[in-house]
Structure formats: C-alpha cells, structure tokens
C-alpha cells in the first residue's frame, strides 16, 4: 500500500551549504536533532533512564555511612595485610587521598578489636625489629639512634599495657658517655600518653610510668622523666617545683581520699536499705595534716663517779705507833684491817672535813689534807616523739534522704535507726565534736531527672533519613519517569489496536496520525495519486473541518438535485 509522507523538517544537508552553519552553530543542531520524530518519542525514556541513574547515585551517595581514619602512615606492607584482614572479615575498608585506612563509623571499634587480635599492624612500632634490618658497615653514630629508636618503641609498648593508655610516644635523652670527660649530664625523658575516652590516671599510676621510664635507662632519676597526656597537661611533678603548691595538693588529696573512703562506706551502707538514687550523703573530714616531733632528754641527780686522781696528807697515831724494846711483843704487826667500801672510805673523810675535823682511816692515821680531781658520770635519757599527719580532729555527715513516692514520711524512730547507723559506719566519737544530720524530705523533679540525648543524637536518625531518602527518590522516579512513559505507551497502543473501515476493492485504509501532520486542505485532496490516498484525505479533511465538510455534502445533494 502506497502511502505518501510529506516531508519532515530537520537539518541542511551534510553536503549543502549550510553544513558550515550548521558546524558554527551546535546548538541549532541540538535543537533540530532533537526536533525529530523518533527523538521526541524517546524523550520520556531517556529521561526516565536518566532519573534512574541519579536516583541510583543518591542512593549510593547517602547509603554509604561517615568514614573514620583507621591507621595513618603505614607502610604498603601492613596496608596490604590490614585490608585483606578487614575484607576477611566483611568490614569494607578504603584508602582516602592520603593513603589512610579508612572504616565506616560504626565499625571502627570492631576493626580495631580484629586487627589487635591479630597483631596487627606489625610495623606500629618496630620495636627491636629495628635492629633487624641494620646493615652491616654502618657507623657508630646511626647504630647509637637505631638502638635508641628500637628502646623507646619497646619502652612505648610497655606503657601501652595499661588499660587506660590508648598510646604512647617516649623520646629518651642520653648523652653520649666519654672518658675524657668527668661530669657526664644525666640522661633524661619525656613520655607524650592518649588516653583512652574518659578514662584518667591516678597518682600511683604516674608514678609507675615514672619509675619503669628510669628503670629502662641506666643512669636516669625519676625527677628526670616528664609526663604529658593529650591535653597538654603535665602528669608528672618533679620535687624542683613549687614545694607549697605541691605540699597543699597534697593534703587536698589526701583529704578529698578520707571523704571519698566514708563516702563509699555510706553508700555500701544505705543502698540495699533505701535503694539506689534515694539518699545524698555529704562528709566533711577535718585532718590533722600538721607533722609534729619533740625531743626530750632527762639526767640522774646523784650521778656516778667516773675517775678520781689526787693525794692526801696525814700523820699516825702516837698510840698505835711500834715502841718499846726490840724484838719484845710491842714489835708484832698489827691485826690485819678490814676493807671498806669506798663509798665509805670517801664519805667518812669529806664528812670529817666540812665538820672541821681531823679525818683517821681504819690504819689509824689521821688525813690532815686532800687535794682530788673527781668526774662524775650523769644518768641520761632521750625520747623522740613523730606525730604521723592523718589523725581526724573532727568529723561532719549530712545525710538526706528521699521520702517513699505515694507513701508515708518517715518517721521519727525510722530516722534515728538509720542516724545510729551512720553513727557506726563512720565511727562517731563525741569528745572529738563529731556531728551527723539524716533528715528525710522529696527530691525536687529536676534533680530526679535523666539528662537524655536530643532526638537528633539518636544513633538511629541517620539510618531513618538515609531510608526516607531513598524512598522519595523512587517515588519521584515512578510519579515523573515510569507514570508519563506508561501513559505514552498505553495510548500508542490504543491508537494502534483500533480497527480500520473496509474501502472498495477489498483494501482497507489505515490512518496515521502523527503529531507533526498538517491539516488535510483542498489542495491537497486535488493533488492526491491513489483512490486510496484521496479516501484517507478525505476522512482526515473530513474529522479536521466537520462543518466545512457538511457544508460540501449539503452542495454536492443540491448540485445532483439540480441536475
């Protein structure tokens, strides 16, 4: 079947002369290939396609979570071995610009579990496996840091044994030992701790890291080791520094520990018998911090006698004095004297002289004067008294506590019971002026309240919007792509399925109505080949212009009648 097309418009020639035009204006080319029949039919598929894959890039863009920065710096080793641990593990893993592990927030906690239980990465720190890789022929100066290096990785990982220390960089000082030289300098070290989300150190542990530092290098003191945390602030406190400031720290300290020890006592004391989160305990300890010592010494009155030297004068008896005749009885010794204490011996005489008196020993002779040098040892005492700081000198407790909700106050006999309680928990001494308050009263709402998060911290809104996201964007793809291009082919359908009018001959005419077909003129009708043509004009021209054509069948009757 025969069909005449008019022609469509669109652009020159390739070979004509407004090819040149035509390549100097690409936008009217644009726009004329886009004026065609068979490109404004599939309009609304490329645009749905199109809407398609920005609504599939949306959905990957808000579908993939924040990333955190796993490990930076590693070596292509470690980043090969992290990754493909990561990947066995179905953690998906990436490397940003500048070559860092990245996970998704969520998983951050998880991937470092895995990789610790895995030691992983080898090369964070080196540690002795330094000196491993030392070449031989090195100098002694490159041998010296590489042996430094290795002992303050070991050192670091050492520090990092402590639950609360996440890491731990130490940078040791030792000046190089030479025997032309007398005074070497001490060696020093400063130790730079990340600590893990709230968590702190305590006194005892600073000290600890002090002590292993110096221990780890010889010749070094604990004064010469320096501790910092993240914050920039200084853990360790050498003994250099202000004595006073350090000094009243510490009786802070030791104060805020007493009040801290009743405190818990208190607590292990009224929680299984009012419940937690109904009672406010308060102490204030007043100390004693004060150091006290004495000395004392004590004599003996009477004293010793250490040494004496000295003589004395005197002269015999007459009576006891040899006399008569030779070889007679008068010539016999006398009877052998009897020794007496010195003590005696000595008292006697010294009482003769203060008396005034001539003093006579047992032998008979009478001292008529003494010239002694005595020392005499004194008895001697000392007592030192140290009065250790701590002692309580008195002891202050409030206790308040929270009435039952819908109950009854407590009463007056309840309230001792629990006063008496608190009495022996603390240890109540009345001659130190101790004082304990409990007193029973409703808490206010706002101290019993929970601060909770803000409804845009909930860990679940992230997920809720990424989801809400990706449902409107497909319902913008069904509303504006696959609704307008659904109806388009519904209707093409329709148009095509509906049936055509039997013509003469046996042949049947099918009409093609195209957007772009121009109204069926008189013209047109005259210049038409076929019988065919001409029906299909006329039934067009017919549907174009119904009035016209009534008209020409209202002509064509009253021609016939006429004739």
Do not use: C
Not at 230 to 252: E, F, K, N, P
Not at 354 to 368: E, I, L, P, R, Y
Not at 454 to 475: G, Q
């Amino acid at each position: 079947m025969e069909q005449q097309l008019a022609p469509a418009a669109g652009p020159a020639p390739e070979n004509g002369p407004g090819t040149a035009l035509g390549m100097a204006n690409p936008l009217k080319q644009i726009g004329g290939f886009v004026s065609q029949p068979a490109v404004k039919r599939s309009l609304p598929l490329i645009f749905m396609i199109g809407l398609v894959i920005a609504a599939g890039l949306a959905y990957l863009s808000l579908r993939t979570p924040s990333q955190r920065i796993l490990f930076a710096n590693l070596p292509d080793s470690d980043k090969a071995a992290v990754s493909q641990a990561l990947e066995t593990a179905g953690i998906d893993s990436h490397f940003d610009n500048a070559g860092s592990i990245t996970v998704a927030q969520d998983e951050y906690h998880k991937a470092r579990m895995l990789l610790a239980s895995q030691d992983l990465p080898k090369a964070a720190p080196g540690g002795y496996q330094i000196l491993d890789d030392l070449p031989m022929g090195v100098s002694r100066a490159v041998e010296g840091e590489r042996l430094r290096q290795a002992r303050e990785s070991e050192i670091a990982k050492s520090i990092e044994e402590i639950d609360a220390v996440a890491d731990a960089r130490v940078h040791l000082a030792v000046p190089e030992s030479t025997v032309f030289v007398r005074d070497n300098d001490a060696p020093s070290a400063s130790v730079i701790l990340r600590l893990q989300p709230g968590r702190a150190l305590s006194d005892a542990q600073v000290r600890s890291i002090i002590n292993l530092v110096a221990s780890s290098v010889p010749g070094m003191k604990p004064d010469a080791v320096t501790i910092v945390d993240q914050m920039g602030t200084l853990l360790s406190q050498s003994d250099g520094d202000d004595s006073a400031a350090a000094a009243g720290d510490a009786r802070i300290a030791y104060q805020a520990r007493i009040e801290d020890k009743y405190r818990q006592q208190l607590t292990k004391l009224l929680t299984p018998l009012v419940g937690a989160g109904n009672f406010s305990a308060e102490i204030q300890a007043d100390v004693d911090l004060d150091e006290n010592q004495a000395t004392r010494e004590s004599y003996d009155k009477d004293g010793l006698l250490r040494a004496e030297q000295g003589n004395w004068t005197g002269k015999a008896d007459a009576a006891d004095s040899p006399g008569g005749i030779p070889g007679a009885l008068s010539n016999t010794p006398p009877a052998p004297a009897t020794a007496k204490p010195a003590s005696q011996q000595q008292a006697a005489p010294a009482a003769a002289i203060g008396a005034g008196t001539t003093a006579t020993d047992a032998n008979g002779v009478q001292k008529t004067s003494e010239d002694f040098a005595r020392t005499y040892e004194r008895g001697k005492e000392i007592s030192v008294t140290r009065a250790m700081p701590g002692d309580i000198k008195r002891l202050s407790v409030a206790v308040l506590l929270r009435d039952p909700e819908g109950g009854k106050p407590r009463t007056k006999a309840e309230i001792q019971q629990i006063t008496d309680l608190v009495r022996a928990a603390v240890g109540y001494d009345q001659s130190r002026g101790d004082q304990v308050t409990v007193i029973s009263r409703k808490f206010s709402p706002s101290a019993t309240e929970v601060d909770k998060p803000a409804w845009y911290d909930a860990e679940w809104l992230p997920m809720v919007l990424r989801n809400v996201t990706a449902l409107v964007i497909a319902l913008l793809v069904l509303l504006l792509g696959v609704r307008p291009l659904s109806k388009a082919l519904l209707k093409k359908r329709d148009e095509a399925s509906r049936p055509a009018l039997p013509m003469a001959g046996g042949k049947a005419n099918v009409e093609r109505e195209t957007p772009g077909e121009q109204p069926v003129s008189i013209d047109m009708l005259a210049s038409a080949r076929s019988y065919d043509d001409r029906v299909g004009l006329v039934r067009g021209f017919t549907r174009d212009n119904p009035a016209r054509a009534a008209l020409a069948v209202r002509d064509m009757i009253q021609a016939e009648a006429k004739g």
